[in-house]
């Protein structure tokens, strides 16, 4: 499954991480490469307590890029 995530630096340095479609889904590393990975985690977690506790699991994305030109 694919989600979208948020990645910005903070004041401090640390790159934060966030999947808007799991409400509460955040995460952090100290490099960017750190931070997708502890979020992978956080939501590989995400998904099992909604499985566990029987809620729906929110759709894969889908996106495709195009070009625009002019």
Do not use: W
């Not at 499954?1 to 934060?16: A, C, S």
């Not at 808007?20 to 952090?28: D, K, R």
């Not at 590393?29 to 977690?45: L, M």
Request: aromatic residues 6%; proline residues 7%; contains cysteine.
């Amino acid at each position: 499954m694919k989600y979208r995530i948020l990645i910005e630096q903070d004041e401090d340095g640390f790159f934060v991480t966030e999947c808007p479609a799991l409400p509460g889904c955040v995460s952090q590393g100290k490099t960017r490469v750190e931070a997708i990975k502890n979020v992978q985690d956080a939501i590989k977690g995400y998904l099992e307590s909604l499985k566990k506790h029987d809620e729906p699991i929110p759709p894969a994305i889908e996106e495709e890029i195009i070009e625009v030109t002019g």
